[in-house]
């Protein structure tokens, strides 16, 4: 049972353009949400995160959206570069469990 | 250390055989997690530890898996008799407090069964 789920397996956009990423959750009690970057052989490494108290929180050219009435995230990255390309996982955290849960992720190609 | 170190990089090991990975959270941090990566899948949550403790085991995939912390630091994921079905990437990630700050992962383990 996926409680985070992310359903665009893959993702190409044309550099300097947006990209947009989405994932959604079914649990209503998660409060934390997190978007990790991963490229091969590397552990992901953190990109950008949203209390449940707010709708958007926005670091330089990565700007998360939070619509909690949706059960609903999204990520954009303005403009895309070449160097962004890689898989993208969300992940929720669970007050009640103290676990972060991930979504499959999506694999982002940025085209030069 | 500056972030989360796991060791080894890499293990390759017979069936049968056991193995044991360790992690290096980052200091200070009382939260730590392990996950698995299998070949085209995503994160599988394993083991969760507030300091020594491990609250939540329900992850494990069988009595073969075990971990352990100790002084709220290091950790050892411990796989006995591994199989084929175990080869993945064994991730450990570290946060300041659980699941209310961002989780920093270590680079992996990579677990070949052959």
């Known amino acids: 049972d996926q409680q985070v789920k992310q359903n665009s397996p893959s993702l190409s956009v044309q550099e300097g353009r947006i990209s947009i990423l989405n994932c959604d959750y079914t649990?209503?009690?998660?409060?934390?949400f997190l978007w990790y970057k991963k490229y091969p052989a590397e552990g992901p490494t953190f990109l950008i995160s949203i209390s449940s108290i707010k709708d958007k929180n926005e670091d330089g050219r990565f700007t998360v959206f939070l619509n909690k009435s949706a059960k609903h995230l999204s990520l954009h990255i303005v403009p895309s570069q070449p160097g962004d390309s890689a898989v993208y996982f969300c992940?929720?955290?669970?007050?009640?469990?103290?676990?972060?849960?991930f979504g499959t992720g999506t694999r982002l190609k940025v085209l030069a | 250390g500056a972030g989360v170190s796991q060791s080894p990089s890499n293990k390759v090991t017979e069936k049968g055989k056991d193995v044991e990975l360790r992690c290096d959270p980052i200091?200070?941090?009382?939260?730590l997690y392990w996950y698995r990566q299998s070949l085209g899948q995503g994160l599988e949550f394993l083991i969760y530890f507030q300091g020594n403790s491990a609250p939540d085991k329900s992850g494990l995939p069988s009595d073969r898996f075990s971990a352990e912390r100790t002084g709220g630091s290091v950790s050892t994921l411990t796989i006995q008799r591994t199989q084929q079905e175990d080869s993945a990437v064994y991730l450990c990630?570290?946060?300041?407090?659980?699941?209310?700050?961002?989780?920093?992962f270590g680079q992996g383990t990579r677990l070949t069964v052959v």
């Open positions: 992940a929720a955290s669970d007050p009640g469990t103290y676990k972060y849960i």
């Open positions: 200091s200070g941090h009382t939260a």
């Open positions: 649990n209503s009690m998660f409060d934390y």
């Open positions: 990630a570290s946060s300041l407090e659980a699941a209310v700050t961002e989780a920093f």
